[in-house]
C-alpha cells in the first residue's frame, strides 16, 4: 500500500479507501444488497491487513448501521490513532422538520448520532454529502468549524456539488477565518469525466485532496456491457448515470486488462490512480477479490498509449450525482 498527504493537510491516508456503503442491515435503508456485520467484518479485516487506513460511511447508509457495523470493526481490528474515519451528514435520517439538511441543529445533532453509532469520540474528515440550498452557507460553514474546534471533528470535506457552490462555501470559511474543506469527494471515473472541466483544477489549483466516488462506474468498468448483477438490477440511482456511448470505454479496458492478463477493475482504478488531484478512490468491496484488484491497482503503472486508449472514444455526459 502507498500513502498520500490529503490534499494540502498533513494528514496521511492511504492510496485506497474502503468505501462502506456495501455494509449495512439490508433491511435497513434502501440498500437490499447490503452485507451485515457478519459478512462485512472478515472484508474490514482484510483492508486493515493490506494496509487500507482510510474508511468512509454516512449516517444514512442503512438508515446507520453501516456506521454501527464499521465502527464494531475498527474498534475491535485497528488502532484508533491509526485509521482515517470519515462520516458524512445532509442525508434525511427521519421525516418530518429538521430530519436533514446542513442546518446547525440538524449538524450538531447528527455529529452526535455518527459518533455514537460508530463508538468513537472523534471522526477524522466529516463530508457534507451535497450541497445545502435551503440553508445559508455561512451557517453550515460556522457549525462545521465549530465541530473542529470542540474536537468531534479533526478535518472537514464536501461531496459532489458544481465547482461555484464550493467555491462560495471556501470563499466564506476564509472570510471569516473558520475551518475550510480540505477534500472533495466527486463522481469521477473513465466513463464520467466532467468533473475535468472545472472542479478538479479548482481541486488542483486550492490544494484539495480529491476522492473519487464510484471510481468502478457502479461495476460497469469490470464487466462486460449489458452484464446484470444483483446490485445493477436494483439500482435506480445507478441506472440514470451513464450511457450506451460508454461501451466503447468499457471495451477499451476489457481489451488493455486482457492484454496485461489481469482483471478490469485494476485497469480502471489504476487510470484514476494517475490522476494528478486523486488522492484515493473509494472502493466498495463485497467479495474478498474486489479488494485484491483494489490494491494491486496501486501499483499497475499504465503506458502513455494505454491511457490514451482508454480516454479516446469519452462521450460528454449531463452534470450527474449531484
Same mark, same amino acid.
Given at each position: 500500500?502507498?500513502?498520500?498527504? /490529503? +490534499?494540502?493537510?498533513?494528514?496521511?491516508?492511504?492510496?485506497?479507501?474502503?468505501?462502506?456503503?456495501?455494509?449495512?442491515?439490508?433491511?435497513?435503508?434502501?440498500?437490499?444488497?447490503?452485507? +451485515? $456485520?457478519?459478512?462485512?467484518?472478515?472484508?474490514?479485516?482484510?483492508?486493515?491487513?493490506?494496509?487500507?487506513?482510510?474508511?468512509? %460511511?454516512?449516517?444514512?447508509?442503512?438508515?446507520? %448501521?453501516?456506521?454501527?457495523?464499521?465502527?464494531?470493526?475498527?474498534?475491535?481490528?485497528?488502532?484508533?490513532?491509526?485509521?482515517? @474515519?470519515?462520516?458524512?451528514?445532509?442525508? *434525511?435520517?427521519?421525516? +418530518?422538520?429538521?430530519?436533514?439538511?446542513?442546518?446547525?441543529?440538524?449538524?450538531?445533532? #447528527?455529529?452526535?448520532?455518527?459518533?455514537?453509532? /460508530?463508538?468513537?469520540?472523534?471522526?477524522?474528515?466529516?463530508?457534507?454529502?451535497?450541497?445545502?440550498?435551503?440553508?445559508?452557507?455561512?451557517? %453550515?460553514?460556522?457549525?462545521?468549524?465549530?465541530?473542529?474546534?470542540?474536537?468531534?471533528?479533526?478535518?472537514?470535506?464536501?461531496?459532489?456539488?458544481?465547482?461555484?457552490?464550493?467555491?462560495?462555501?471556501?470563499?466564506?470559511?476564509?472570510?471569516?477565518?473558520?475551518?475550510?474543506?480540505?477534500?472533495?469527494?466527486?463522481?469521477?471515473?473513465?466513463?464520467?469525466?466532467?468533473?475535468?472541466?472545472?472542479?478538479?483544477? /479548482?481541486?488542483?489549483?486550492?490544494?484539495?485532496?480529491?476522492?473519487?466516488?464510484?471510481?468502478?462506474?457502479? +461495476?460497469? @468498468? %469490470?464487466?462486460?456491457?449489458?452484464?446484470?448483477?444483483?446490485?445493477? $438490477?436494483?439500482?435506480?440511482?445507478?441506472? *440514470?448515470?451513464?450511457?450506451?456511448?460508454?461501451?466503447?470505454?468499457?471495451?477499451?479496458?476489457?481489451?488493455?486488462?486482457?492484454?496485461?492478463?489481469?482483471?478490469?477493475?485494476?485497469?480502471?482504478?489504476?487510470?484514476?490512480?494517475?490522476?494528478?488531484?486523486?488522492? $484515493?478512490?473509494?472502493?466498495?468491496?463485497?467479495?474478498?477479490?474486489?479488494?485484491?484488484?483494489?490494491?494491486?491497482?496501486?501499483? @499497475?503503472? /499504465?503506458?502513455?498509449? #494505454?491511457?490514451?486508449?482508454? #480516454?479516446?472514444?469519452?462521450?460528454?455526459?449531463?452534470?450527474?450525482?449531484?
Amino acid at each position: 500500500m502507498q500513502y498520500v498527504k /490529503l +490534499g494540502s493537510t498533513g494528514l496521511d491516508v492511504s492510496r485506497i479507501c474502503l468505501g462502506c456503503m456495501t455494509y449495512g442491515e439490508p433491511d435497513r435503508g434502501v440498500h437490499e444488497w447490503t452485507l +451485515g $456485520a457478519e459478512a462485512a467484518r472478515p472484508l474490514i479485516r482484510q483492508a486493515l491487513e493490506a494496509g487500507v487506513t482510510f474508511f468512509d %460511511t454516512a449516517n444514512v447508509y442503512s438508515d446507520g %448501521t453501516s456506521e454501527e457495523i464499521v465502527g464494531k470493526a475498527l474498534r475491535d481490528f485497528a488502532r484508533r490513532d491509526e485509521i482515517v @474515519l470519515a462520516t458524512k451528514v445532509h442525508g *434525511r435520517m427521519r421525516p +418530518g422538520p429538521n430530519g436533514g439538511g446542513l442546518s446547525r441543529k440538524v449538524i450538531m445533532s #447528527e455529529i452526535d448520532h455518527s459518533l455514537t453509532r /460508530l463508538g468513537t469520540d472523534y471522526v477524522d474528515l466529516y463530508q457534507i454529502h451535497r450541497y445545502d440550498h435551503d440553508t445559508p452557507v455561512e451557517e %453550515t460553514m460556522e457549525a462545521l468549524h465549530d465541530l473542529v474546534k470542540a474536537g468531534k471533528v479533526r478535518y472537514i470535506g464536501a461531496s459532489s456539488m458544481y465547482a461555484w457552490e464550493f467555491s462560495k462555501a471556501q470563499y466564506t470559511a476564509e472570510r471569516h477565518g473558520w475551518t475550510r474543506f480540505v477534500s472533495m469527494q466527486n463522481h469521477y471515473n473513465l466513463i464520467y469525466r466532467e468533473e475535468e472541466r472545472e472542479m478538479l483544477p /479548482l481541486c488542483a489549483d486550492q490544494g484539495v485532496g480529491v476522492l473519487p466516488w464510484s471510481p468502478l462506474a457502479r +461495476g460497469r @468498468l %469490470t464487466r462486460d456491457w449489458g452484464a446484470v448483477t444483483e446490485r445493477s $438490477a436494483n439500482d435506480a440511482f445507478g441506472s *440514470r448515470l451513464y450511457l450506451e456511448s460508454d461501451r466503447s470505454i468499457v471495451e477499451a479496458v476489457g481489451r488493455i486488462a486482457a492484454e496485461r492478463a489481469v482483471p478490469r477493475a485494476r485497469i480502471a482504478l489504476a487510470w484514476l490512480l494517475h490522476q494528478a488531484t486523486v488522492a $484515493a478512490p473509494i472502493v466498495g468491496a463485497a467479495e474478498p477479490h474486489h479488494l485484491e484488484d483494489a490494491v494491486a491497482a496501486v501499483e @499497475l503503472k /499504465l503506458s502513455g498509449e #494505454e491511457l490514451a486508449a482508454l #480516454e479516446q472514444s469519452y462521450t460528454p455526459h449531463a452534470i450527474s450525482g449531484h
